[in-house]
């Protein structure tokens, strides 16, 4: 699984952030592909005012589906519409997602998937080499 997320600064002005977001989110709800879109709103940090306001996570089945849909018409307008806050408030952020998984972290797989594998692996260190 795939992750685009978009990182928002703390607003010098909310107000205007808030009716850009809302036209932004607007757009993104209608971007082909999305699995899954979370909201992180930061309510604060142990070191003080945090740097951060709020993180919009994208998630999506591939490289290929994430690439199809920001390319995509309304994928290009919502990013259009992130050009209104100033320079410099966002970032663009890129991720693989990985699962704890049994004490270790992994890419998201299936675990039947993962089963069947070790079983081969281990049918085909039993078997005699001919």
Known sequence: MIKFMIVFDQ???PENFENVYQDFLALVERMPHILRRQVVH???SPQGAPKFYRILELYFESTATQQDA?????GQEAGQELSRLPQGAVQLL???VYEEEGG???PITSPAKDREETLDTEAEAESPAE
């Open 11 to 13: 607003p010098e002005d």
């Open 70 to 74: 920001l390319m995509s018409q309304i």
């Open 104 to 106: 270790r972290t992994s």
């Open 42 to 44: 930061i309510t604060g």
């Open 94 to 96: 890129f991720a693989d």
